[in-house]
């Protein structure tokens, strides 16, 4: 009994990073034509505070597989595709040991916004080293695409954290019993 | 409760302001200046000036606009093909909108003649700057022409080849 009760939970994990990882993809996708918006960050926020650091990764690492395999726009580079991993999976990593007692909604857009250069920063070292981008030329090029990912983050997070997260956490109660 | 979202409401639209304030001045700092005059040159894979030259520039032209006048340019089509027409665009994002851009793989003048394939090299826009050559962030129709500068177009191999 008690091993059907795990078994049971367990796929509903897995159908539960299914679905997250569906919404990731398909806000992603739907919000491409304007550049660096998107509730991305946001969602892995809200994912990570609900599921913790390990479900939040998986549902990452298959949005990432997606995003590269399915995306009408066509992949990244491949060389870019483990700076877009490490990216969306220090989040949770970073909510998870540095930041773990940040729960206020005012805190968290902070981090998204701080966060938006970040994810920019993650791209520099392949740009740099392996495609011969110069530096400053792509550092300054990119600030502006990091403002403006920095400023949808704190925004989403800001408006939608606090009413998601009460949503979210209802359904998950009653998906688990 | 609903001072938070007064103070929520003021803070986000403090930010939007902000943010289209900077987007506009940064526009307006990266606006087309002239008329004026730069100086051109043109050199190979191996740094060897081809062609030097000073060009006057009107206002509202753009570098690609002054090439044309001069040069005979052959552009990359859609499949990035060799189209001395030029015809064909590419969306570019600058400075906060999209513009119809052309990419440049050759220039022909009277004494000189570059091209590239735009798989093993391409031809880089360098601006003088501080006793050095550096890359400009922009392409042939999105830099910003600034009278009394030097602009480099080399011919540069493509990372790996």
Known sequence: MVEMGIKTKHVKDVALIAVLAAVLFA???ALSFIPNVSFTAFLIILYTRLLGFKKTTMIVVVHVIATNLLSPFGPVLPLHIPSMLIGWILIPVLLSTVFKNLNSVWGLSLFGFFFG???GWMFIPVSVFLLDIPFMEYFLMDLIFELIMGISNFLAILWLYEPMHKFLSHQLHKYYQ | MRSNNTLKLIVTLSVIILLFAGIYFYEQSQSLSGPG????VIANENEEILHQETLAFDEGMS???VLRTHFALTCASNTYDPDPTCSASFRFFVNGSTIDGKIILGIEG????????????????????NGSYRLTTKGVNGYTLKDGERIRIIVTKVSGW
């Open chain 1, 117 to 119: 250069f970040v994810y």
């Open chain 2, 63 to 65: 570098l690609y606009d």
């Open chain 2, 37 to 40: 005059e730069f100086e051109l």
């Open chain 2, 110 to 129: 009277e004494t000189f003649e570059v091209m590239t394939d735009w798989d093993r090299t391409y031809l880089a826009i360098e601006v003088y700057q």
């Open chain 1, 27 to 29: 806000q992603q996708i």
